[in-house]
């Protein structure tokens, strides 16, 4: 999923991106805004897909289906900011392609999750394990399971931007000690310090962008799995 996000977001200089498009006719908060309210529509889009999903292949009951489209529905209107119009436009212009792709990923991310989570009895305290949508008797699963397992499988796809840049300042740490032991004397040493730097230095803008998308993402992507996930497994102890 990250990879569909920094694409969104510019690659390697994301809020470059978005200053190079609000700079023909729009300020750049405008811009910015619009792509938050984008994404995080997508989210919901994306949740509401997964449980049509769940419910069709996977054994879900189907009136959590409409009950999980009832409350994504209210965190969205509540998380959606006001935008311009304009904005909006150009916005979908230039990322509806890319978020388009998010929506995708984070659909498969949350049904692939979820059935992982049922089937390996961790959706609730009284889930035994077995083929999702199934008991431990035979049974079918009870509506809270399901909930608590879409839940956390969410929280688990909120977590992938700070995973990679964990990943990447430890891959940055490796090339710069590799880098200290290089004996550029040679022809053949310098043009390994020269692969070592420009390595470095990709690694180091891809780690840039993931924190700059991570920081603007977390009150759209972040808030609204935040947000949802609390809410069903709210419904879930309810039920």
């Known amino acids: 999923m990250s990879g569909a996000l920094n694409s969104v977001l510019g690659g390697a200089n994301p809020i470059g991106a978005l200053l190079n498009v609000a700079s023909v006719a729009f300020p750049p908060l405008g811009i910015a805004t619009s792509v938050a ?38 965190v969205i209107g509540k998380l ?22 998010m929506i995708e990923d984070l659909v498969k991310s949350i049904t692939d999750g979820a059935k992982a989570i049922m089937e390996q009895g961790q959706g609730g305290d009284d889930c035994k394990g077995g083929k999702a949508g199934k008991g431990g008797k035979g049974g079918a699963q009870p509506a809270g399971n399901w909930l608590i397992a879409m839940a956390r499988a969410m929280g688990a796809a909120a977590g992938d931007h700070a ?42 803008a891809e780690f840039q962008a993931e924190g700059q998308m991570f ?23 309810k039920g």
């Open 37 to 74: 309210n984008m994404i995080t529509q997508g989210v919901g889009q994306a949740v509401n897909q997964a449980a049509q999903q769940l419910s069709q292949a996977a054994g879900m009951p189907k009136f959590l289906t409409d009950m999980v489209g009832g409350l994504v529905k209210d």
């Open 80 to 101: 959606t900011q006001h935008s311009n119009p304009g904005c909006d436009e150009a916005s979908h212009e230039h990322f509806g392609g890319d978020i388009g792709k």
């Open 163 to 204: 995973k990679r840049m964990v990943e990447l300042s430890n891959k940055i740490n490796d090339l710069s000690s590799k880098g200290k032991g290089i004996d550029a004397s040679s022809d053949a040493g310098k043009k390994e310090q020269a692969d070592n730097a420009a390595e470095t230095s990709a690694a180091q």
């Open 215 to 237: 920081s603007m993402l977390q009150n759209s992507f972040s808030n609204a799995i935040k947000s949802i996930g609390e809410g069903l497994t709210t419904m879930a102890r």
